[in-house]
């Protein structure tokens, strides 16, 4: 049996299967922007306390891979058009104020790219957001990209 629902962080999963004695986790709305709860995942499985806390410039870095990566599963309109609604998740409770709304505009990659170089590359992880919510509550199909990005990395 699989545990489902509010896994932000790689400790709720665990939470989760001490509480419920389910056999692993399915992962929503909780990577959306967070790519790298997988990695966390991994290493809390494993008994390994470290986890990942990237500044704004490796965040801005992800950002890159991941319209790279929907720009290779049609071209670059189609995948920056459908990156637009990531913005706000990778950039939850980091300092970019008026850069958001750019980003959620972006059209092409070398925009992309010149946006990601205004960021504060130096800004650390808002800690603050640990565990909280992402994504709208109810929405249907939010995790269909995300889903292809992981089969297409797993090579499925």
Not at 33 to 48: K, M, N, Q, Y
Not at 84 to 94: L, S, V
Request: hydrophobic fraction near 40%.
């Amino acid at each position: 049996m699989l545990g489902n629902g509010d896994i932000w962080e790689a400790e709720d999963a665990l939470k989760m299967m001490d509480q419920t004695g389910c056999a692993g986790v399915v992962i929503g709305r909780g990577c959306l922007g967070r790519p790298w709860l997988f990695g966390d995942l991994a290493a809390a499985f494993r008994g390994e306390e470290l986890r990942l806390r990237p500044t704004l410039g490796e965040v801005g870095r992800m950002i890159l891979r991941h319209a790279e990566l929907l720009a290779g599963l049609s071209d670059e309109r189609h995948g920056l058009t459908d990156l637009r609604k990531h913005m706000a998740w990778y950039f939850k409770g980091y300092p970019v104020g008026e850069l958001r709304r750019r980003f959620a505009m972006v059209s092409s990659m070398a925009e992309l790219e010149g946006l990601v170089a205004e960021l504060d590359a130096d800004a650390g992880f808002p800690v603050t957001e640990l565990g909280t919510p992402r994504g709208r509550q109810g929405s249907r199909g939010q995790g269909r990209a995300a889903l292809r990005l992981v089969r297409r990395h797993l090579g499925l």
